[in-house]
């Protein structure tokens, strides 16, 4: 039986979103910080003498890690729905951890030959179960701690982490390639980095021991499945996965390829290194105005302003990135990455909300999770892989905004057909 005053206490509001935000912040932090430094890691751990061959080897292994997602998603989607969302993010802090030291540690190809790729391959299994299950626990949390009406911008601020993330993300490159020449960054310079994501590991203690459970979670606890959650999301919730994992595809191809903008700069644009970086601080401080879009997804509706977002990014992609290629430079490079970037926010930072409404309190971890990690994995893990190859493929660096496009088109449709349940309480 659960005591009363678990049941009507509420955990502090401000102390759960800033403990939420910043695990989050610093856990894609560590997961992603491997794009934006994949051209010296690609030369460290996968030489072919071709560098474009050991960059799309670099990004494959960036992709695989998502393969170990769904998995994730279905053991500690699990364990947040038995034993609670803040434990749960806590097991997912510690594991990121442990794949980001492995990488950060990892002897080079020079030094032991294959062991090398393939320690990194397992550090990115690693990361992506980890990562695999953070979203749900992550999400859950923020929006069964929100109040009546607010739940768009609660579950914003998992976007806001993500922005900040990616604002860090580019701090640290630029500040090291401002500090160290391009020969230190290639050799180790790269592997401070992936150390400053260690900052992630007091803050999985933090939460783990200082955050309660929202009400609605205590108040369900005999709704908790005594079979895996997983069989029940897959037996009784399958259509709301399938819609949730093509409003995704939007999502998170567009995620990435903002993500790994550095890299396209450099390999196929030409522009010099520490500039590459700048865009990507910009668009992180850009990407901190989501919770504004949380507010007018409460009050407009979810559906109405992702249809914004959707059909947004299907007119923008094809001029914005002819801009760039136009004339690649510091000043385009930074344009073009704010457009595609407010269009991104427009249409994603609702769907946090959405993916939680999908789900009924006692599996909404797992099934968010899955829904997630399943869209990930077959849409947007491959995403720099896919981009890498299909502009040497077609020579053409504008055929990325092709595939921006299809995406695009893709996810309104999927928008468009679904139920809103902004106005509906959680089941």
């Given at each position: ?117 393939i320690v990194v391959l397992v550090a990115r299994l690693i990361q992506g179960f980890s990562a695999g299950g953070a ?144 865009g990507s601080v910009v668009v992180g401080a850009v990407w901190l105005l989501c919770p504004l879009v949380g507010i ?74 899955l829904t997630y990690s399943l869209g990930v994995t077959i849409f947007g893990g491959f995403t720099p892989a896919i ?41």
């Amino acid at each position: 039986m659960i005591a009363t005053d678990e049941v009507v206490c509420a955990p502090s509001p401000v102390r759960v979103v800033v403990a939420a935000t910043i695990g989050n912040m610093l856990e894609w932090y560590d997961f992603v910080i491997y794009a934006a430094f994949a051209i010296p890691i690609s030369k460290c751990f996968f030489p072919t003498g071709d560098d474009g061959v050991s960059l799309l080897l670099s990004f494959i292994t960036f992709g695989l890690g998502f393969v170990a997602r769904p998995f994730g998603a279905i053991v500690l989607g699990g364990y947040a729905d038995r034993r609670g969302r803040s434990k749960a993010l806590g097991v997912t802090i510690l594991l990121m951890a442990l794949g980001t030291s492995i990488i950060a540690l990892c002897p080079s190809y020079q030094r032991v030959g294959l062991i090398a790729p393939i320690v990194v391959l397992v550090a990115r299994l690693i990361q992506g179960f980890s990562a695999g299950g953070a979203i749900g626990g992550t999400i859950s949390m923020l929006v069964e701690s929100a109040p009546p009406g607010r739940r768009g911008l609660y579950a914003s601020f998992q976007q806001l982490s993500q922005g900040a993330q990616i604002m860090l993300a580019g701090l640290v490159p630029l500040t090291l390639t401002w500090v160290l020449p391009a020969e230190a960054i290639t050799a180790w310079g790269w592997r401070l980095a992936f150390a400053v994501g260690l900052l992630i590991v007091p803050v999985g203690f933090y939460i783990r021991r200082a955050i309660d459970e929202a009400p609605i979670f205590n108040a369900k606890v005999v709704d908790r499945p005594a079979v895996p959650s997983i069989g029940i999301v897959l037996r009784h919730h399958w259509r709301a996965v399938l819609t949730g994992m093509f409003i995704v595809m939007l999502w998170t191809i567009s995620q990435y390829v903002i993500y790994s903008f550095p890299v396209f700069a450099q390999n196929q644009l030409h522009v010099p290194l520490p500039q590459s970086y700048v865009g990507s601080v910009v668009v992180g401080a850009v990407w901190l105005l989501c919770p504004l879009v949380g507010i007018l997804a409460d009050r407009f509706q979810r559906k109405r302003v992702m249809m914004v977002g959707g059909l947004g990014m299907l007119c923008v992609a094809y001029p914005a990135y002819a801009f760039l290629i136009e004339a690649p430079g510091v000043g385009r490079l930074t344009a073009t990455q704010i457009a595609l970037m407010i269009f991104f926010l427009i249409y994603s930072t609702p769907a946090s909300a959405v993916l939680a409404e999908l789900f009924p309190t006692s599996v909404r971890a797992t099934g968010i999770s899955l829904t997630y990690s399943l869209g990930v994995t077959i849409f947007g893990g491959f995403t720099p892989a896919i981009v890498t190859a299909l502009v040497g493929w077609t020579g053409r660096p504008i055929s990325v905004a092709f595939y921006l496009m299809g995406a695009a088109c893709i996810s309104s449709i999927a928008v468009f057909t679904m139920r809103d349940r902004t106005r509906e309480a959680l089941l």
